[in-house]
């Protein structure tokens, strides 16, 4: 949203067109209802529930953990939803219910999950012709989902903006990058505090944001 509002600001005679995939199907709902609180029509866009993965497919998503724990809370007071494929807390499981109309699979570790379809830049890409922006927050996932898509990436993506969860997600992210020739305009570890041009800052998630100089454009000042 903030994208869609800094891009009018810079030209009011812009076009802009918004692709948004979250996979929690109560926040996906609380997606259209944003766009529609700031004088957004939904229709204008294309608002996809499903979680961004390497490959499209389902994949099971993570909606809450053990009951009277830490992570068994409002949806409002948490945003760390992740894709649970591989992870050994979502094994064996029975069914608990339903969750946005979706079966709830509990977990012998307590941990609750739905299924939920995945969706790769590679299917969304081909879709466009070119994008100004890639805002990713994806839990971990971020690394996976870019190595499978950088040709295309490099060939029609701008700008990159990646929170990052993990050191070692950090620097795959860097050798990728660099490696395909993308600038880094910035680059904050998770879980430290740096300084910014802003001051120091703590960054719980990381932040970095890559630019695409084979498509980059002057900034207008």
Known sequence: MRAIFAAHQYNPGLRTHVIAVEAEPAMFGWMKEHFRNNGLKPRWHTLLHG??????????????????????????AWYGQFIARGNPAFGESRQDGRYCGLKVHLHKSGWRSIDVRSISLRTLLPKVKRVDLIDLDIEGQELDVLSAACGELDLKVRRLHIGTHGSEIEAGLRNLLCSHGWRCRADYAH????????GPIFFDNGVQTWVNPRLSVPVRG
């Open 51 to 76: 979680a961004v993965s390497e490959a499209p497919g389902p994949v099971p998503f993570c909606i809450g953990g053990p009951r009277g724990g830490e992570f068994d809370r409002p949806l409002n």
């Open 191 to 198: 879980g430290a505090t740096s300084e910014t041009p802003w």
